[in-house]
């Protein structure tokens, strides 16, 4: 290499490594400028910070086929309602055809959760006249398909008691068939808010299609009840006072804070096309993933130390260069796996100390040739040139073989739930990335500079010859 491309790679790497640091940082500030809100910092997974794992499977009889586009839709609904829950980095995927594997890390309820992400939310405003159901009656509708998206909608009418019905007309009422007016398939939004008297309740907007469909309702039955049930239960029976033309309204209910968010999730992001029930969870506490957390750290600083003395002491100055370059390797790994953002688990944390032998093979490779070369009678620069060019093949290589592994244990991961197994892939995948930068642009530069600053004499003590 000539001294102008050294400064110029020099340079380059100087500015990768300030710029690692600063994402490595505990405190860093994250990304907020030009219309970028990213937050940097590290995501632990279920096994490191504790959480529950559940495995739900689709609610209906063996006989009945569920294909992919129902799995596949209820996947997405279900990660959209674990995010909006505040929870970071859960893990949402398909496993096999009838499941699904949910992981919740750091959850502090997780049976309030379940309940939120399984929950099928079919919202139904249904009319039922002059004489309604009380609230909390299961109620029988004439609306049976199960694969609407059902929303929260709701009229902004004033909530009346209803009526008591006799005795002997409420059997006639529980076991009429009401009409359903809509469900919440034109939800455009939901959120959670109070009513006049301060009590929780949640606001709602309708799309175009839906505000209509709610005013020509509206308009022709003011002074008769439109009740509003969630998966067939009367949550609230509210009395039309007047036509509502702007398809904005709110549900009131007996919420508190909790179920008035959980309600809003559900219905935020639809109804499950399928019924889903949990046939599986595993809950692990925080000083387990703690206590896994801090083994597997030390025996990685462990194993780094050990690597790090076997290539000072049997390379020499080569050595003491691959150590340095393995510093940069774990900056600019943690600064990756930091603003991508990767989620770390045990699995991961494996995938990314057999990258990092990976990259201390790389360099093994280089130095041996290196060696060879200055054996045969090179110089110190056509030795490192010749080195360079001839372990390069091997280096490339084998990496490719590796990668092509990571690629099918992702595959294999993704498709089958296996969550271990994509960590591991995830973390070796990226680890090798870095560790052919290293290799190629870092040791080469540095050992270059050394051996043109430095300019050692006695090869036998200095490159262990």
């Known amino acids: ?126 009319d039922m006249g002059s004489t309604p159901l009380r609230e909390g009656s299961t109620v029988k509708s004439d609306y049976i398909t199960k694969s609407a998206i059902a929303a929260p909608t709701s009229p902004p009418v004033n909530q009346a008691p209803s009526p008591t019905p006799s005795a002997s007309a409420t059997p006639a009422l529980e076991d009429k068939v009401w009409h359903t007016v809509m469900t919440g398939a034109d939800l455009k939004n939901a959120q959670v808010t ?26 022709k039955n003011v002074g ?63 000083t387990l993933g703690q206590d896994s957390l801090q083994k597997s750290l030390t025996a990685g600083v462990i194993g780094l130390i050990i690597c790090a003395l076997f290539m000072a002491l049997y390379y020499r100055l080569p050595g003491l260069v691959a150590d340095v370059v393995m510093l940069f390797y774990a900056l600019i790994s943690f600064a990756l796996f930091r603003s991508i953002p990767v989620t770390l688990t045990l699995s991961g944390i494996a995938g990314l100390m057999l990258s990092t032998g990976t990259a201390f093979d790389a360099n093994i490779l280089i130095f041996e040739r290196f060696k060879e070369e200055l054996r045969s009678g090179k110089n110190m620069r056509q030795a490192l040139e010749l080195g360079w060019r ?43 990335v870095v560790s052919l930068f290293t290799a190629v642009l870092v040791t080469r530069t540095f050992l270059d500079i050394v051996l043109t600053v430095f300019k050692p004499s006695d090869q036998n003590k200095w490159f262990g010859l």
């Open 1 to 126: 290499m000539s001294g102008r491309r050294n400064q110029w790679f020099l340079i380059f790497i100087i500015v990768i490594a300030v710029v690692s640091i600063w994402l490595d940082l505990p405190d860093n500030p994250g990304l907020h400028f030009i219309g970028i809100d990213k937050e940097i910092k590290t995501y632990l997974g279920l096994d490191l910070v504790g959480g529950t794992q559940a495995l739900l499977e689709a609610d209906v009889p063996e006989s009945t086929k569920v294909d992919d586009v129902q799995m596949s839709t209820a996947r997405q609904i279900i990660e959209n309602r674990v995010n909006s829950l505040g929870v970071t980095e859960a893990v949402v995927q398909l496993a096999g055809d009838r499941r699904i594997l949910v992981e919740i890390p750091g959850i502090k309820d997780p049976d309030q959760a379940l309940s939120t992400i399984k929950g099928t939310a079919l919202l139904e405003f249904i």
């Open 194 to 219: 109070t009513d006049q008297l301060g009590k929780m309740a949640i606001s709602f907007e309708l799309n175009a299609d839906g505000a209509n469909v709610f005013q020509e309702y509206t308009t």
């Open 224 to 286: 008769k009840f439109l009740a509003i049930s969630l998966d067939k239960k009367l949550i609230s029976v509210p009395r039309v006072e007047s036509p509502i033309t702007e398809g904005k309204g709110i549900i009131t209910g007996d919420f508190n804070v909790e179920t008035a968010n959980a309600l809003a999730v559900q219905l935020r992001y639809g109804a499950l096309p399928i019924p889903l029930k949990v046939i599986e969870t595993r809950t692990v506490g925080p």
């Open 390 to 432: 001839r372990a390069w093949p091997s280096i490339r290589d084998s990496n490719a073989a590796t990668l092509i592994t990571c690629a099918i244990l992702f595959w294999f991961g993704s498709t089958f739930g296996a969550t271990i197994v994509k960590g591991f892939a995830v973390t070796l995948f990226l680890g090798l």
